[in-house]
Protein backbone atom coordinates (compact mmCIF):
# COMPACT_ATOMS: atom_id res chain seq x y z
CA UNK A 1 0.00 0.00 0.00
CA UNK A 2 1.48 3.18 -1.03
CA UNK A 3 0.58 6.58 0.84
CA UNK A 4 -0.82 8.44 -2.52
CA UNK A 5 -3.01 5.71 -2.51
CA UNK A 6 -4.53 6.34 0.53
CA UNK A 7 -3.93 10.20 -0.15
CA UNK A 8 -6.63 9.39 -3.50
CA UNK A 9 -9.16 7.58 -1.38
CA UNK A 10 -9.58 10.23 1.04
CA UNK A 11 -9.46 13.11 -1.82
CA UNK A 12 -12.36 11.14 -3.28
CA UNK A 13 -14.01 10.22 0.01
CA UNK A 14 -13.99 14.32 0.94
CA UNK A 15 -14.67 15.30 -2.29
CA UNK A 16 -17.71 13.46 -2.94
CA UNK A 17 -16.42 12.06 -6.78
CA UNK A 18 -13.18 10.98 -8.90
CA UNK A 19 -12.99 14.09 -11.03
CA UNK A 20 -12.86 16.91 -8.10
CA UNK A 21 -10.35 14.55 -6.03
CA UNK A 22 -8.17 14.10 -9.15
CA UNK A 23 -8.48 17.95 -9.47
CA UNK A 24 -7.63 18.04 -5.84
CA UNK A 25 -4.40 15.79 -6.29
CA UNK A 26 -2.97 17.22 -9.63
CA UNK A 27 -3.84 14.17 -11.53
CA UNK A 28 -5.88 12.83 -14.11
CA UNK A 29 -8.86 11.14 -13.55
CA UNK A 30 -7.74 7.54 -14.98
CA UNK A 31 -4.86 7.42 -13.37
CA UNK A 32 -6.59 8.30 -9.67
CA UNK A 33 -9.38 5.86 -10.84
CA UNK A 34 -6.64 2.76 -11.36
CA UNK A 35 -4.90 3.71 -8.23
CA UNK A 36 -8.22 3.41 -6.09
CA UNK A 37 -9.45 0.32 -8.16
CA UNK A 38 -5.79 -1.46 -7.62
CA UNK A 39 -5.96 -0.70 -3.89
CA UNK A 40 -9.29 -2.34 -3.55
CA UNK A 41 -8.21 -5.16 -5.88
CA UNK A 42 -4.79 -5.68 -2.81
CA UNK A 43 -6.97 -5.10 -0.12
CA UNK A 44 -10.06 -7.47 -1.41
CA UNK A 45 -12.81 -5.42 -0.93
CA UNK A 46 -14.83 -2.60 -2.51
CA UNK A 47 -14.28 1.14 -0.94
CA UNK A 48 -16.68 3.16 -3.18
CA UNK A 49 -20.48 2.21 -4.03
CA UNK A 50 -20.45 3.76 -7.62
CA UNK A 51 -23.32 4.28 -10.04
CA UNK A 52 -23.99 7.25 -12.69
CA UNK A 53 -25.69 9.36 -10.00
CA UNK A 54 -23.81 8.90 -6.97
CA UNK A 55 -20.78 7.91 -5.23
CA UNK A 56 -20.29 6.44 -1.19
CA UNK A 57 -18.31 4.56 1.01
CA UNK A 58 -19.08 1.33 1.91
CA UNK A 59 -18.42 0.00 5.10
CA UNK A 60 -15.34 -1.53 4.04
CA UNK A 61 -14.45 2.43 2.71
CA UNK A 62 -15.39 3.89 5.85
CA UNK A 63 -13.19 1.85 8.00
CA UNK A 64 -10.20 2.86 5.52
CA UNK A 65 -10.79 6.42 5.45
CA UNK A 66 -10.81 6.53 9.31
CA UNK A 67 -7.15 4.84 9.61
CA UNK A 68 -6.53 6.41 6.80
CA UNK A 69 -6.79 9.64 8.37
CA UNK A 70 -5.02 8.66 11.65
CA UNK A 71 -2.21 6.79 9.21
CA UNK A 72 -1.50 10.17 6.90
CA UNK A 73 -1.47 12.39 10.30
CA UNK A 74 1.04 9.81 11.77
CA UNK A 75 3.69 10.12 8.54
CA UNK A 76 2.96 13.89 8.36
CA UNK A 77 3.83 14.64 11.38
CA UNK A 78 7.28 12.79 11.91
CA UNK A 79 9.46 15.40 10.84
CA UNK A 80 7.46 17.78 13.40
CA UNK A 81 8.31 15.45 16.18
CA UNK A 82 11.74 15.12 15.21
CA UNK A 83 12.27 19.00 15.23
CA UNK A 84 10.12 19.73 18.33
CA UNK A 85 12.68 17.40 20.39
CA UNK A 86 15.19 20.06 19.32
CA UNK A 87 13.64 22.49 20.62
CA UNK A 88 12.26 23.98 17.39
CA UNK A 89 8.17 23.69 16.52
CA UNK A 90 7.71 23.83 13.14
CA UNK A 91 4.29 22.38 10.86
CA UNK A 92 1.01 23.32 10.02
CA UNK A 93 -1.23 24.81 12.71
CA UNK A 94 -5.68 24.32 11.63
CA UNK A 95 -7.53 26.64 13.62
CA UNK A 96 -11.56 26.38 14.33
CA UNK A 97 -13.48 29.12 15.55
CA UNK A 98 -17.43 29.98 15.70
CA UNK A 99 -18.32 33.41 14.58
CA UNK A 100 -19.61 34.51 18.25
CA UNK A 101 -16.48 33.80 19.62
CA UNK A 102 -15.46 37.23 22.01
CA UNK A 103 -12.66 35.26 24.01
CA UNK A 104 -10.36 33.91 24.05
CA UNK A 105 -8.78 37.12 21.65
CA UNK A 106 -8.04 34.33 19.01
CA UNK A 107 -6.54 36.11 16.28
CA UNK A 108 -4.11 38.02 18.98
CA UNK A 109 -3.61 34.61 20.34
CA UNK A 110 -2.34 33.74 16.49
CA UNK A 111 -0.51 36.46 16.57
CA UNK A 112 1.51 35.82 19.57
CA UNK A 113 1.90 32.08 18.55
CA UNK A 114 3.15 33.41 15.11
CA UNK A 115 6.07 35.63 16.97
CA UNK A 116 6.90 33.33 18.54
CA UNK A 117 7.03 30.13 16.28
CA UNK A 118 7.72 31.49 12.82
CA UNK A 119 8.12 28.58 11.05
CA UNK A 120 4.19 27.23 11.68
CA UNK A 121 1.77 27.85 8.59
CA UNK A 122 -1.10 28.82 10.38
CA UNK A 123 -4.79 28.31 9.12
CA UNK A 124 -7.59 29.55 10.51
CA UNK A 125 -11.58 28.55 9.56
CA UNK A 126 -14.89 29.53 10.73
CA UNK A 127 -18.04 27.30 11.37
CA UNK A 128 -20.48 26.08 13.55
CA UNK A 129 -19.72 24.08 16.78
CA UNK A 130 -20.96 20.60 15.27
CA UNK A 131 -19.44 20.77 11.86
CA UNK A 132 -16.36 22.18 13.72
CA UNK A 133 -16.16 18.80 15.70
CA UNK A 134 -17.27 16.66 13.15
CA UNK A 135 -13.79 18.28 11.08
CA UNK A 136 -12.00 17.15 14.69
CA UNK A 137 -13.16 13.54 14.01
CA UNK A 138 -11.81 13.90 10.72
CA UNK A 139 -8.31 15.24 11.14
CA UNK A 140 -8.83 18.19 9.42
CA UNK A 141 -8.85 20.84 12.22
CA UNK A 142 -5.85 20.55 14.83
CA UNK A 143 -7.87 22.92 17.53
CA UNK A 144 -11.59 23.96 17.57
CA UNK A 145 -13.45 26.81 19.70
CA UNK A 146 -16.72 26.05 19.65
CA UNK A 147 -20.06 27.03 21.62
CA UNK A 148 -22.48 24.20 23.61
CA UNK A 149 -24.70 24.47 26.03
CA UNK A 150 -23.34 23.36 30.00
CA UNK A 151 -22.53 19.86 30.60
CA UNK A 152 -22.32 18.22 27.00
CA UNK A 153 -20.10 15.64 26.42
CA UNK A 154 -17.35 15.56 23.54
CA UNK A 155 -16.43 11.81 22.83
CA UNK A 156 -13.24 10.66 21.34
CA UNK A 157 -11.58 14.34 22.06
CA UNK A 158 -9.86 16.24 24.90
CA UNK A 159 -11.32 19.43 25.91
CA UNK A 160 -11.40 22.75 28.59
CA UNK A 161 -14.17 25.23 29.53
CA UNK A 162 -12.82 28.68 28.86
CA UNK A 163 -15.52 30.54 30.17
CA UNK A 164 -19.53 30.43 30.08
CA UNK A 165 -21.99 33.19 29.87
CA UNK A 166 -25.66 33.86 29.61
CA UNK A 167 -27.17 34.80 26.65
CA UNK A 168 -29.17 38.09 26.33
CA UNK A 169 -31.79 39.23 24.34
CA UNK A 170 -31.44 41.24 21.00
CA UNK A 171 -34.16 43.44 20.17
CA UNK A 172 -34.86 46.25 17.83
CA UNK A 173 -34.11 49.80 19.30
CA UNK A 174 -37.81 51.08 19.18
CA UNK A 175 -39.00 47.42 20.58
CA UNK A 176 -42.09 47.23 23.44
CA UNK A 177 -39.42 45.13 25.58
CA UNK A 178 -36.57 47.42 25.78
CA UNK A 179 -38.60 49.41 28.35
CA UNK A 180 -37.89 46.26 30.68
CA UNK A 181 -35.03 46.32 32.19
CA UNK A 182 -34.99 42.79 32.60
CA UNK A 183 -37.02 40.41 30.20
CA UNK A 184 -38.78 36.90 31.28
CA UNK A 185 -38.65 34.00 28.93
CA UNK A 186 -42.64 33.82 28.07
CA UNK A 187 -42.59 37.18 26.96
CA UNK A 188 -39.72 36.36 24.52
CA UNK A 189 -42.54 33.95 23.04
CA UNK A 190 -44.63 36.43 22.12
CA UNK A 191 -42.76 37.46 19.50
CA UNK A 192 -41.15 36.07 16.14
CA UNK A 193 -37.76 34.44 16.76
CA UNK A 194 -34.81 34.58 15.17
CA UNK A 195 -32.04 31.71 15.57
CA UNK A 196 -29.46 29.20 14.11
CA UNK A 197 -30.72 26.15 12.45
CA UNK A 198 -32.41 23.26 14.13
CA UNK A 199 -29.66 20.66 15.58
CA UNK A 200 -27.05 23.45 16.02
CA UNK A 201 -25.43 24.33 19.21
CA UNK A 202 -26.39 27.44 18.94
CA UNK A 203 -29.87 26.53 18.75
CA UNK A 204 -29.95 24.27 21.97
CA UNK A 205 -28.76 26.37 24.32
CA UNK A 206 -32.23 28.31 23.77
CA UNK A 207 -34.29 25.28 23.14
CA UNK A 208 -32.89 23.45 26.66
CA UNK A 209 -33.92 26.58 28.75
CA UNK A 210 -37.64 27.19 27.40
CA UNK A 211 -38.45 23.42 27.41
CA UNK A 212 -36.71 23.81 31.46
CA UNK A 213 -39.80 26.46 31.58
CA UNK A 214 -42.87 24.33 29.90
CA UNK A 215 -42.31 27.00 27.34
CA UNK A 216 -42.88 26.47 23.51
CA UNK A 217 -39.41 28.24 21.60
CA UNK A 218 -40.73 28.63 17.92
CA UNK A 219 -38.09 29.88 15.63
CA UNK A 220 -39.27 31.77 12.21
CA UNK A 221 -36.26 32.90 10.46
CA UNK A 222 -33.52 30.43 11.15
CA UNK A 223 -29.99 32.09 10.05
CA UNK A 224 -26.76 30.56 9.39
CA UNK A 225 -24.29 33.93 10.46
CA UNK A 226 -24.77 36.11 13.41
CA UNK A 227 -24.28 39.03 11.16
CA UNK A 228 -28.34 38.04 9.90
CA UNK A 229 -29.42 36.92 12.45
CA UNK A 230 -28.34 40.85 14.05
CA UNK A 231 -29.86 42.53 10.61
CA UNK A 232 -32.96 40.72 10.54
CA UNK A 233 -33.63 41.70 14.37
CA UNK A 234 -32.31 45.33 13.63
CA UNK A 235 -35.13 45.55 10.52
CA UNK A 236 -37.89 44.85 13.01
CA UNK A 237 -38.45 41.37 11.23
CA UNK A 238 -37.93 39.09 14.63
CA UNK A 239 -36.27 39.06 18.25
CA UNK A 240 -33.62 36.71 18.92
CA UNK A 241 -31.04 35.54 21.56
CA UNK A 242 -26.90 36.40 21.71
CA UNK A 243 -24.01 35.74 23.86
CA UNK A 244 -23.78 38.78 26.14
CA UNK A 245 -20.20 39.74 25.31
CA UNK A 246 -20.87 40.03 22.20
CA UNK A 247 -23.73 42.84 22.76
CA UNK A 248 -21.28 45.73 22.96
CA UNK A 249 -20.10 44.68 19.22
CA UNK A 250 -23.65 45.13 17.79
CA UNK A 251 -24.72 48.78 16.34
CA UNK A 252 -28.60 49.19 15.92
CA UNK A 253 -29.64 47.33 18.15
CA UNK A 254 -30.77 47.08 21.67
CA UNK A 255 -30.15 44.35 24.58
CA UNK A 256 -31.75 43.11 27.67
CA UNK A 257 -30.88 40.57 30.32
CA UNK A 258 -33.11 37.81 30.56
CA UNK A 259 -34.63 35.89 33.54
CA UNK A 260 -33.32 32.32 33.89
CA UNK A 261 -31.39 32.82 30.36
CA UNK A 262 -29.71 30.41 28.31
CA UNK A 263 -25.95 29.72 28.91
CA UNK A 264 -23.50 28.68 26.88
CA UNK A 265 -20.10 27.11 27.61
CA UNK A 266 -16.91 28.43 25.30
CA UNK A 267 -14.78 25.15 24.77
CA UNK A 268 -11.29 24.34 23.57
CA UNK A 269 -11.52 21.40 21.71
CA UNK A 270 -8.42 19.37 20.82
CA UNK A 271 -6.73 16.13 19.86
CA UNK A 272 -6.19 13.63 22.48
CA UNK A 273 -2.52 13.17 20.32
CA UNK A 274 -1.79 16.72 19.61
CA UNK A 275 0.88 18.28 17.42
CA UNK A 276 4.32 20.11 18.46
CA UNK A 277 1.85 23.02 17.04
CA UNK A 278 -0.69 22.49 18.66
CA UNK A 279 1.01 21.50 21.96
CA UNK A 280 2.20 25.25 21.82
CA UNK A 281 -0.58 26.61 21.29
CA UNK A 282 -2.54 24.75 23.91
CA UNK A 283 0.50 26.34 26.50
CA UNK A 284 -0.52 29.57 24.89
CA UNK A 285 -3.95 29.07 26.53
CA UNK A 286 -2.37 27.67 29.62
CA UNK A 287 -4.11 23.98 28.92
Same mark, same amino acid.
Given at each position: ?????????????????????????????????????????????????????? #????????????????????? !??? %?????? !??????? @??????????????????????????????????????? @?????????? #?????????? %?????????????????????? *??????????? *?????????????????????????????????????????????????? *?????????????????????? @??????????????????????? @?????????
Amino acid at each position: MKLRQIEYVLAVAEEGSFTAAARRCHIVQSALSHQVAQLEQQLGTILFERNSRS #LRLTPAGEAFVESGRRALDAV !RRI %GDEVAA !RSGEVRG @RLSLGTISTLTEPDVIGLMARFHRRYPHVDIEMSMDGSE @RMIDRMHEHS #LDLAFVGLWP %GVVIDRLESADLCEEELVALLP *REHLLTRCRRV *RLEQLTEWPMADFGEGTGARQQSEEAFAAAGLRYAVRFEVSTISLLVDIV *RRGLAIGLIPASLAPRLAGVCT @RPVREAPRRVVRAVWHPNPTPAT @RAFLALLDL
